[in-house]
């Protein structure tokens, strides 16, 4: 059973936005902090962006700080990602993932929750 669902991704051109959602099935999205991360081909994976439990506050890594928002939809039960400004390297699959019970670590790192869940990932591509 997928407990969690990217969609959005998309083939734009530079300079141009998408919104990804993370929809999530069996569980409370705000009873988790929530993480997008991405991942190109030879690299390795990057948090890019991720939202407290309750929706409290934000982080964002240094790459995509003033072109992505992160927010939650109670209602929806979503978690989407807002992205302006794209650039060919923002190009690589991109995922979500819920944590629950942070073993160490900052509140942010979603791979350091005792629980977490994982998305299969939506395909980002930004051509020049």
């Known amino acids: 059973t997928q407990v ?3 969609s959005g991704g998309d083939s734009v051109q530079t ?17 988790y902090a929530i993480g997008w991360f991405r991942q190109a081909p030879g690299k390795e994976r990057e948090e890019v962006a991720a939202i407290s439990i309750g929706a409290a506050t ?3 890594a240094d790459s995509v700080k003033g ?6 939809d109670d209602a929806k039960n979503t978690v989407d990602l807002q992205m302006n400004n794209l650039q060919p ?5 991109y995922y979500c993932a819920a944590g ?6 900052r509140w942010y790192e979603i791979e350091r929750y005792k629980t977490q869940y994982w998305g299969q990932g939506t395909q980002v591509t930004v051509s020049a």
């Open 4 to 6: 969690l669902v990217e």
């Open 15 to 31: 300079g141009g936005s998408l919104i990804l959602s993370c929809a999530a099935s069996g569980l409370r999205l705000s009873w």
């Open 58 to 60: 934000t982080y964002y």
């Open 67 to 72: 072109r992505f928002i992160v927010s939650q």
């Open 89 to 93: 390297e923002d190009s690589a699959m």
């Open 100 to 105: 629950r019970a942070l073993t160490g670590g």
